[in-house]
DNA sequence: GAGTGGAGTTCCACATCATGGAACTCTTCG
DNA sequence: CGAAGAGTTCCATGATGTGGAACTCCACTC
């Protein structure tokens, strides 16, 4: 890490590299930051983050820290990072979703929050409703235990949210839990986001293996109740299944 | 045009400039195609292109053509471009909710399509379903209307598509219908998505004015035959009052 | 299979452009 | 009011990026 084995691209890299470090930390970093992180000359630092904000690959805060700027937003309205996921994904939930009757739904970690990024619907008149996009603490959806037991996502700093007496609001306990969901592939809630709804989610794996996403369905409690065993089972195959897929399919890189 | 009226910096604004007409461009971009468009020579341009795909800024596709690299990608699994918007405009979708009971919607294009980004739902019983990330043709919906009208998307190449016997499917026809619709502040349709379905729709604007969403209901034909022109103008009313929270609070730019 | 042209990469002498220490300018805080 | 911190500007220096030309690698064509 002395001396690139390149040439001619001294300044390139280094902007690249601010532009990288403020993109990755997802949070705003100052100029001090930045310097140390980097390693460059204060000066350097000054000239390259001006040229990098005046092209609009970063932009300051209010408080005057830098963050992703204007061209990474719009790249972000253009491009949906789920879409090929959710369109690999289809067929798969579709069959669970004629496995179980149930509502299907896959979910993703974006940011630090838990969103549905697909849907399947029950085909019970009595089912769970348009989840997509509808913010759940973590802790309380089967979904969201997945993301949390393979640390996708992180819980909250400080107290756990209880919906419902059975919400698992105990750090302690949680942490059990989530064990437990790792060790047989699958997790389960019933009755701890809304009295009488249950799910069962499994984890989906990316191409370098990572977990990317929650693959679960959810009714209500007295339905699941005694076909909990079984569902998980059949939801972990089904996720591993497409996680095969997605391994054969996606982009080189994962998620960093 | 000449000469940037700043030092120092010649190698990163170039790059920059990369990066950007790659980004901008929105589809894939030739070595040539960005000589050209960069007006650089052969050498630098390799040089760069070089650095900037070791930096996850770039990345080549399959056909050897630049596309946004790794830390877009990155930073769209991590932001959502319209969580602002959602946030701000849910008041106004709640009132809107209030005042028609139907489903409200709002949607804003990605890439070249129309999709929903948020959502009230009916208090009626027959009301429309989960919508949210639905793909339906932009000129067989008021929400698609308006977008097409402001010309936020773009009407595909071939043919458009003919879902029930009302849809529009003349381009000429179309065209004086999205004419009249930018005139009195709101597009229509009625049965020509789904037979019975009605939808209303009228534009929201950003901080630059320009048009950036649609806000609209839809419901059953019935129930809005007679109400058109009134939930129209009160349609229209409302995405006003919310273009004006917009200008208010939103980042300093728009859309390309 | 040699011949041609287009597309992109590598080379290298040159001087332009980025470099970074130091001086300077604002703030903030004691 | 003085001192320290944070960031910007200056400028002499030479390392670093530059770009024309030569070169390599295809993909076609005759």
């Not at 348009?130 to 603490?137: L, N």
Request: glycine share 8%.
């Amino acid at each position: 890490m002395t001396t690139p084995p390149t040439t001619g691209t001294q300044a390139v890299d280094r902007a690249a590299l601010l532009v990288a470090t403020v993109v990755r930390a997802d949070e705003p970093l100052t100029f001090a930051d930045l310097q140390a992180a980097c390693g460059l000359p204060k000066s350097t630092t000054s000239r390259m983050l001006t040229a990098l904000e005046r092209s609009e690959l970063l932009e300051r805060n209010d408080s005057g820290s830098y963050v992703a700027g204007p061209l990474f937003w719009l790249y972000a309205t253009r491009h949906d990072p789920w879409e090929e996921l959710v369109r690999l994904a289809r067929p798969t939930m579709d069959r669970v979703g004629q496995d179980t009757g149930e509502t299907v739904n896959l979910s993703v970690c974006r940011g630090d929050r838990v969103v549905q990024v697909a849907q399947v619907d029950s085909t019970y008149l009595l089912g769970t409703r348009d989840w997509t996009a509808v913010d759940v603490p973590a802790h309380s959806s089967a979904l969201g235990k997945v993301l949390l037991g393979y640390g996708v996502v992180d819980l909250p700093k400080g107290e756990l949210e209880q919906l419902t007496p059975y919400t698992i609001t105990d750090r302690e306990a949680l942490r059990r839990e989530l064990a437990q969901a790792v060790r047989r592939g699958w997790a389960s809630t019933a009755d701890e986001l809304e009295i009488g709804l249950s799910g069962i989610a499994a984890p989906v794996r990316g191409s370098g293996g990572e977990v990317v996403a929650a693959l679960g369905i959810s009714g209500p409690s007295p339905r699941l109740q005694d076909r909990r065993e079984e569902i998980g089972r059949k939801l972990s195959d089904r996720a591993e299944q497409l996680s095969g897929l997605l391994r054969r399919n996606t982009r080189k890189e994962g998620v960093a």
